[in-house]
């Protein structure tokens, strides 16, 4: 079993103005904004300066994330998505988004029973 399993990932947040909430975290962190094309706009990823290391990802709520809750979105990585996506559902979870392919490899949006949304991820 991977050393990954049961680590954050990545985190993301999904919002309607992504380009204004890039800056605002660039000027409040420090972190640096690099464009991720979606086609016909970019998302971002945010860079610790110097080594350029992702950090972080800011995305509009369009296209494939549209469906995506708003706010910070931390993902889980999982060793089987299909099993973990099948045990939120039998643990009184609810799947929100997915499973749908990301970065090489599928993530779900999921809300545990106590209204928390995180997502889960296998690569």
């Known amino acids: 079993m ?3 399993i049961g680590k954050v ?5 999904t919002v309607e103005d992504a380009d ?3 800056d605002f975290y660039a000027n409040v962190t420090g972190l640096v904004p ?3 094309s979606m086609g016909e706009y970019d998302d971002y990823n945010m860079t610790q300066p110097g080594s350029g290391a992702p950090v972080a990802g800011i995305c509009h709520a369009r296209g494939g994330n549209a469906e995506i809750p708003p ?5 889980f990585t999982v060793a089987d998505l299909d099993s973990s996506v099948g045990k939120v559902k039998a643990g009184g979870g609810k799947v929100l988004v997915g499973p749908k392919g990301l ?6 949006v999921i809300e545990d029973p106590a209204g928390g949304v995180a997502a889960i991820y296998e690569d």
């Open 34 to 36: 690099e464009a991720v």
């Open 103 to 108: 970065a090489g490899g599928r993530f779900a």
């Open 2 to 4: 991977s050393d990954d």
């Open 71 to 75: 706010g910070w979105l931390v993902y």
């Open 9 to 13: 990932g990545w985190i993301d947040t």
């Open 20 to 22: 204004a909430l890039r």
